[in-house]
């Protein structure tokens, strides 16, 4: 079975100035379809730079990155704007949620640049939100939810279009403790439903929900560990 991750000697180096930093410094890594991993380290690992290349936000340096059979590393903005849409679920430590639009349609946002039609992307946003319990939310503006329910509105919308990767960074980080332990609950429930999850958090206790662990520092993976 082909990895659905396959990242080999990952190099990202930025120019600051007159000087190259070198932030990642050749990873290898491999991820199976259905995998529930956090990936961690402390600030300044290379973490936040991995996942934004997991997450094909930003291009590596050198080396190769193939996603679902697709290499990533060689592709165009354009192209990786459609990976994006269509390969990934975003869900980020501030929701990034738009404030003046309904939980429902918010979360139907990513349907309309895949090209689903208007009643294709109601039904199935409300399928979404009612895998996340907030099916009596959907009319809400964010404003008018809890953290907590924001945070579910942003992981319905990472559904939405069945990516193959879920990509949660810090998705605790602004939350209590009992709204984290609800969230990380969920995440759980949607791995095993047969998603792949990838998150990203400084936090022991949000990665032990994980069953792999990640580890990088200073630009390398310094362990990678199963349950």
């Given at each position: 079975m082909k990895p659905l991750i396959k990242i080999t000697n990952i190099k990202r180096d930025f120019v600051l100035g007159n000087e190259i930093v070198y932030v990642l410094k050749g990873i290898d890594l491999e991820i199976n379809k259905g995998e529930y991993v956090a990936l961690m380290g402390p600030s300044g690992s290379g973490k936040s730079t991995l996942m934004n290349l997991l997450g094909c936000l930003d291009t590596p340096t050198s080396g190769s990155y193939i996603l679902n059979g697709k290499d990533v590393s060689q592709m165009h903005d354009d192209e990786l704007a459609e990976i994006r849409n269509k390969e990934i679920g975003f869900v980020f430590q501030t929701f990034n949620?738009?404030?003046?639009?309904?939980?429902?349609?918010?979360?139907?946002?990513?349907?309309?640049?895949?090209?689903?039609?208007?009643?294709?992307?109601?039904?199935?946003?409300?399928?979404?939100?009612?895998q996340v319990n907030l099916a009596d939310r959907m009319d809400h503006q964010p404003n008018q939810l809890s953290?907590?329910?924001?945070?579910?509105?942003?992981?319905?919308?990472?559904?939405?279009?069945?990516?193959?990767?879920?990509l949660a960074d810090e998705p605790t980080g602004n939350l209590d403790s009992k709204t984290s332990e609800e969230i990380m609950r969920l995440l759980s429930e949607i791995h095993d439903k047969g998603n792949t999850i990838i998150v990203v958090t400084h936090e022991e206790e949000i990665a032990e929900h994980a069953k792999r662990i990640i580890r990088l520092r200073d630009g390398i993976i310094e362990s990678d560990t199963s349950k």
């Amino acid at each position: 079975m082909k990895p659905l991750i396959k990242i080999t000697n990952i190099k990202r180096d930025f120019v600051l100035g007159n000087e190259i930093v070198y932030v990642l410094k050749g990873i290898d890594l491999e991820i199976n379809k259905g995998e529930y991993v956090a990936l961690m380290g402390p600030s300044g690992s290379g973490k936040s730079t991995l996942m934004n290349l997991l997450g094909c936000l930003d291009t590596p340096t050198s080396g190769s990155y193939i996603l679902n059979g697709k290499d990533v590393s060689q592709m165009h903005d354009d192209e990786l704007a459609e990976i994006r849409n269509k390969e990934i679920g975003f869900v980020f430590q501030t929701f990034n949620l738009l404030p003046r639009t309904t939980a429902l349609d918010n979360v139907a946002l990513p349907m309309i640049y895949a090209g689903f039609s208007k009643s294709e992307r109601k039904e199935r946003a409300i399928e979404v939100l009612k895998q996340v319990n907030l099916a009596d939310r959907m009319d809400h503006q964010p404003n008018q939810l809890s953290g907590g329910q924001r945070q579910r509105v942003a992981i319905a919308r990472a559904l939405v279009n069945k990516p193959s990767i879920i990509l949660a960074d810090e998705p605790t980080g602004n939350l209590d403790s009992k709204t984290s332990e609800e969230i990380m609950r969920l995440l759980s429930e949607i791995h095993d439903k047969g998603n792949t999850i990838i998150v990203v958090t400084h936090e022991e206790e949000i990665a032990e929900h994980a069953k792999r662990i990640i580890r990088l520092r200073d630009g390398i993976i310094e362990s990678d560990t199963s349950k």
